[in-house]
C-alpha cells in the first residue's frame, strides 16, 4: 500500500471510528475496504483500525476477521468466530473421541451469526477450524465491566460439527500474533486517549491559582504515561517488522501494562471528575481491564515467556538495526 | 556501503581479528586497561576502514549512512571486546565538532577521537550546576585573541585521560542564563589545568573535578559563536541518547544472556525476567527508530529523553536481575566474574543520573512533548 493509500485508508477509519460502533462500524468497514486492505497489507490495516478503535472506545467484529484471515479463512457476515476464553490464548475448542467441547468469547457478530467458526485443539500440536451451528451454542451476553463493548460469553458440549478445515501447522500461533498485535494497538490508541484526556484536565483545572499542570508530581505522572505508551508502540512496530508470535506475545504484555500505567497516572490526574460517569474517562478504563484479558494478560504471558527464558536459557534473537 | 553488507563484511572482519581486539583480563578489570584496549581496538578498527564509515569525508570518515557506525558500536559491544561507556563518547563529542568547530580544526581533530590516539571529555556540569545546566559560572573571558577560562567542573567523565575537551563557559554577565554561555575546545594539556579523579561506588575513577586556573584557549577553539553554548549543548544531549544508547542496548541484552546462562533457574521470578526481556526489548525496538530517523537526516530532539529514560530504566531493571540471581556472587564473592557483576551493578545505580537525570527527562518530556507549559 502506498502512502496515498495508506493516508485515505486512515483518514476514513478514523470517520468511521468517531462516527460509529458495534454493528455500524462493522458495516462502515465493509463500506469502506478494510477487509481488502487487510489482505493486501496487514500491518496497515491492523494498527490503522486498532488503534483509531481504541483511541475512539469503539467497538466491532474486526477482531473475528483478523483471525479469520491468519487462518485464510474468508470474513462472512453469517459467521461468527469463537474467541478463546477471556485470559487464555489457546484454541477455544477440544476435540475428545469426537466430541467437541468449547469454552470462549465472541463479539457481536457470533451473535448475529448462523454459523459459527471455532477452533479446536485435535491432540499433539495440531489444530483444526470447525464449523458449528450458533443455535447449538450457549451464549450468554456479558456487559459486566465494559457494557460497550457488547462480548458475550459462548460454551457448548457435544456439538455438532458441520463443517471442518485443516490448519497448518503454526497457523493457530500466527493467527494468535496477529490478535496481540491488534489489540496491542487498540492498547495504544486507548491509552493515548486517556493521556490526552488526562493533559487537557491538567491544563484548565486550577488549584492554589494555578494550572495542575505546572505541579512536578503531575507532570510527571503524565511523563512517565507518554514513555509507556511509546515503549509498547515501538515493540509493537518492531514485531510486525519480526513476524514472531513471540515478539507479539511481548508487544502485547507490554501494551497491557502501559495501558494499566495510563489507567493509574491518568486517573490519578483527573482526581475526583475522573471517578465519575460524566467524564469519559471510565468507558476508557473499562475497555482496557478487558482487552488486557483477551488473548492473554500482560501478567500471564510475561509469566510464560520468564518461564521460557529460564528453560531454554536463551534470550529471543535480536532484531537487527 | 549498504548496511547489509557492511553488516556481514564487518562481521567477518572480527571473526577473524577476534584474538587481537578481545581484551585480556587486565583490560577488563581496570579502567586503565579498559582505555588503553579502547585505543587498540580504535586503531585497528580505523585502519581497517570500519571506524571511518558513517563519518562524514571532510573529518577523515569515508561517507555513508550514519547505520554503519551504529551496527560497528553494536557489533563491538555485543562481542565484549568493548566497554560501551567509554567507546561511545565517541558519538557524543565527534558529530559536536563536525558542526561546530571550524572546519579545519574538525578535520585535523575528529580523526585523532575516531583512530583512538586521543580521549576527549564533556566539561558540563559543575558543583553549582548539575541539572540546572543553564546556571554554571565557569567564566570565559576574552582577552584580545585568547579566552581566559577560570572555574571548576565536577563529573567530568575521562577528564585524567583526556587530551581535549568540550567545555561550556560562561562568557555573558551572571544573569545571562543560557545566553551568555559559550562552548570551547579546550587542550587539556594548558597551563592551569588541574584534574582530581574521583573514587566512585564501583571502584573505578571515572570522572573527575577539572580546575581551571586563568586557562588560556585561542579564540580559534571557539565551537560556534560566541554566546552559542547553548545550543551546542542542546545539539549535543541528543547524540548522547541516540547511537550511544543502540550501544547500550546491545551490552545489556548480552549482559542479561550470560546472567541466564549461568544462574540457577530457582533464584529468579520469572515474571521479573520476561519483564526485564520486555523491557530490553521496547528499548531496542524505540532505539532502532531513533537510528533509523537520525539516519534519514532528521534532527533528533527531545523526543530522545524517551528513549533516554527506557536505557536508564532497562539497565536497572537488569542488574536487579542479576542482584536477585546472583546473591552471593554481587555481595561477596571474591572471583574476577563476582567482582564484574558487582561493579556493573553499582554503575547501573547511575542510569537515572548521568546525561540528565530521570526527572530531568522527564521535566523535558513534560514540556516539550506534551506541551504542559513552563512549570514550576
Same mark, same amino acid.
Given at each position: 500500500m502506498d502512502d496515498d493509500d495508506r493516508t485515505l485508508l486512515e483518514v476514513s477509519l478514523k470517520h468511521a471510528c468517531q462516527s460509529s460502533s458495534g454493528a455500524a462500524l462493522d458495516r462502515a468497514l465493509e463500506d469502506l475496504g478494510w477487509h481488502e486492505a487487510l489482505s493486501v497489507d496487514p500491518s496497515v490495516a491492523v494498527s490503522s483500525l486498532f488503534e483509531l478503535q481504541g483511541r475512539a472506545n469503539a467497538s466491532s467484529s474486526a477482531l473475528d476477521a483478523v483471525v479469520r484471515s491468519a487462518l485464510g479463512l474468508k470474513s462472512r457476515p453469517s459467521s461468527g468466530t469463537v474467541l478463546p476464553a477471556l485470559g487464555r490464548w489457546q484454541a477455544p475448542g477440544h476435540l475428545a473421541d469426537g466430541d467437541l467441547l468449547l469454552r470462549g468469547v465472541g463479539t457481536a457478530s457470533l451473535v448475529d451469526g448462523t454459523t459459527a467458526m471455532v477452533v479446536t485443539s485435535s491432540g499433539g500440536a495440531g489444530h483444526l477450524a470447525l464449523e458449528v451451528t450458533t443455535a447449538d451454542l450457549t451464549l450468554r451476553s456479558a456487559p459486566g465491566l465494559d457494557p460497550r463493548l457488547g462480548l458475550v460469553e459462548v460454551s457448548g458440549g457435544h456439538v455438532a460439527v458441520t463443517g471442518r478445515y485443516d490448519l497448518a501447522p503454526g497457523q493457530w500461533p500466527r493467527a494468535v500474533a496477529l490478535a496481540h498485535l491488534a489489540i496491542g494497538h487498540e492498547l495504544v490508541g486507548a491509552s493515548r486517549a486517556m493521556l490526552e484526556l488526562a493533559r487537557g484536565h491538567a491544563l484548565e483545572r486550577i488549584q492554589f491559582g494555578q494550572p495542575i499542570a505546572t505541579f512536578q508530581a503531575v507532570r510527571h505522572r503524565l511523563a512517565d504515561t507518554l514513555i509507556a505508551i511509546e515503549a509498547s508502540d515501538a515493540a509493537l512496530g518492531s514485531a510486525w517488522d519480526e513476524g514472531s508470535p513471540q515478539a507479539a506475545a511481548m508487544a502485547k504484555a507490554l501494551a497491557g501494562r502501559s495501558a494499566r500505567t495510563a489507567v493509574r497516572h491518568c486517573q490519578q490526574v483527573l482526581a475526583g471528575i475522573g =471517578?465519575?460517569?460524566?467524564?469519559? =474517562?471510565h468507558h476508557y478504563l473499562r475497555r482496557v481491564m478487558v482487552l488486557d484479558e483477551l488473548f492473554g494478560t500482560a501478567r500471564a504471558l510475561t509469566t510464560r515467556l520468564g518461564n521460557h527464558l529460564l528453560a531454554t536459557r536463551q534470550l529471543p534473537p535480536l532484531p537487527p538495526l | 556501503m549498504e548496511l547489509d553488507a557492511f553488516r556481514s563484511s564487518l562481521d567477518a572482519w572480527l571473526d577473524q581479528h577476534e584474538d587481537v581486539l578481545t581484551p585480556d583480563r587486565s583490560a577488563v578489570e581496570t579502567l586503565d586497561g579498559q582505555m588503553s584496549h579502547l585505543s587498540k581496538v580504535k586503531l585497528h578498527t580505523y585502519d581497517a576502514g570500519w571506524m571511518r564509515w558513517g563519518w562524514p569525508e571532510r573529518v577523515g570518515g569515508l561517507g555513508g549512512s550514519t547505520l554503519l557506525r551504529a551496527y560497528l558500536g553494536e557489533a563491538l559491544t555485543f562481542r565484549n571486546l568493548v566497554e560501551p561507556g567509554i567507546y561511545s563518547m565517541t558519538e557524543v563529542l565527534a558529530p559536536t565538532m563536525i558542526d561546530y568547530a571550524r572546519p579545519e580544526l574538525a578535520a585535523v581533530m575528529v580523526p585523532r577521537l575516531l583512530r583512538g590516539d586521543e580521549t576527549w571529555c564533556q566539561g558540563f556540569s559543575e558543583p553549582g550546576t548539575g541539572s540546572n545546566l543553564a546556571a554554571l559560572s565557569c567564566r570565559a573571558t576574552r582577552s584580545g585573541d585568547a579566552w581566559r577560562v577560570s572555574g571548576q567542573k565536577v563529573w567530568t567523565s575521562l577528564a585524567q585521560y583526556a587530551q581535549r575537551c568540550v567545555l561550556l563557559a560562561r562568557s555573558? @554577565?551572571?544573569? @545571562?542564563?543560557?545566553?551568555g554561555i559559550t562552548a570551547l575546545f579546550v587542550d587539556m594539556d594548558s597551563p592551569g589545568i588541574d584534574v582530581r579523579p574521583i573514587e566512585t561506588v564501583h571502584g573505578a575513577p571515572e570522572f573527575s573535578e577539572v580546575f581551571f586556573d586563568d586557562v588560556a584557549v585561542p579564540v580559534d577553539r571557539t565551537l560556534g559563536e560566541e554566546g552559542q553554548g547553548w545550543s551546542v549543548a542542546m545539539d549535543l544531549l541528543p547524540f548522547e541518547r541516540s547511537t550511544a544508547l543502540w550501544h547500550r542496548a546491545a551490552y545489556l541484552y548480552r549482559r542479561l544472556q550470560r546472567l541466564l546462562e549461568i544462574v540457577h533457574p530457582d533464584s529468579l521470578d520469572p515474571s521479573a525476567v520476561g519483564e526485564v526481556t520486555q523491557l530490553l526489548a521496547a528499548l531496542r525496538a524505540r532505539s532502532r527508530a531513533t537510528q533509523h530517523r537520525l539516519a534519514a537526516g532528521q534532527h533528533l530532539g527531545p523526543e530522545t529523553s524517551i528513549d533516554k529514560v527506557l536505557v536508564a530504566t532497562a539497565e536497572q531493571a537488569v542488574f536487579d536481575l542479576v542482584a536477585d540471581g546472583l546473591g552471593p556472587e554481587v555481595t561477596i564473592g571474591d572471583d574476577p566474574d563476582s567482582d564484574r557483576w558487582r561493579r556493573e551493578f553499582l554503575y547501573s545505580r547511575a542510569a537515572s543520573i548521568y546525561g540528565g537525570t530521570a526527572e530531568i527527562q522527564r521535566n523535558i518530556i513534560a514540556r516539550r512533548l506534551l506541551d504542559l507549559g513552563s512549570g514550576q
Open positions: =471517578f465519575t460517569t460524566e467524564h469519559d =474517562f | 555573558g @554577565s551572571p544573569e @545571562s542564563a543560557h545566553k
